[in-house]
């Protein structure tokens, strides 16, 4: 698994983060890496079929966050923990941080039972120490206000999307703790640049990671 690099990429709806997603997966392969593209909720059918009611239906916060770690066990045991193993890189759109910014920080959920839930869903198997996280985690941030005006008309909102801009704050504070927390893992990408200087961003990051080869230009 040492030859594994497991990729997260963080923000709040509208931060343009899964636009970046092709040409992550293109520079890694033209580099001679094998591509794991996944998200969260979801990777697995599983995890898909959590995901519809995640996104869909009311729940109380204990609820919705239950969901979100069976679907991201399944999504661990049968994709991501299999692809590191290979020793492939998996890029993930969205994974705990996301449950500890929507659910714990817009919600108002209790973060020990996050973290006793993470505890549960990203324990090791045998042959791996610690908790599964990812190498490197790319955080798109953005004003939530900026966000919203990207969102607005761009598809029918899920029910996470739709709501007011005050939760979105409260969202954008939850990951800057969660980056404040872990500085080594979390790189910040200032999403409010225009799109090739947001790639320019992610390249430069990565490669001063030590988790990309220089590309010439």
């Not at 998200?39 to 898909?48: H, S």
């Not at 947001?198 to 220089?214: C, D, K, P």
Request: glycine share 10%; with cysteine; net charge negative.
């Amino acid at each position: 698994m040492s030859d594994g690099l497991f990729l997260t990429l963080e923000g709040i709806d509208g931060a343009g983060k899964s636009s970046h997603l092709d040409a992550m997966e293109a520079l890694f392969e033209a580099q001679g890496r094998t591509v794991v593209r996944t998200r969260e909720p979801g990777g697995t059918p599983l995890a898909e079929t959590l995901r519809g009611l995640i996104l869909g239906q009311p729940m109380d916060p204990l609820t919705e966050s239950l969901l979100v770690f069976a679907a991201r066990r399944d999504h661990i045991v049968q994709v991501i923990e299999p692809a590191l193993a290979r020793g492939d890189v998996v890029l993930c759109d969205r994974f705990t941080d996301a449950t500890f910014a929507y659910q714990g920080a817009g919600r108002g959920f209790d973060a020990a039972v996050l973290s006793t839930l993470e505890q549960w869903a990203q324990g090791a198997p045998e042959g791996r120490a610690g908790l599964l996280q990812p190498h490197v985690t790319l955080w798109f941030d953005l004003a939530p206000e900026i966000a919203a005006q990207r969102l607005a008309g761009a598809r029918v909102p899920d029910k996470f999307e739709a709501q007011p801009v005050a939760f979105f704050r409260r969202v954008a504070q939850g990951y800057e703790a969660r980056a404040a927390a872990d500085a080594q893992r979390f790189v910040r990408i200032d999403a409010s640049q225009a799109r090739d200087q947001v790639w320019q961003q992610i390249e430069t990051a990565l490669v001063a990671r030590g988790v990309l080869a220089g590309t010439a230009r």
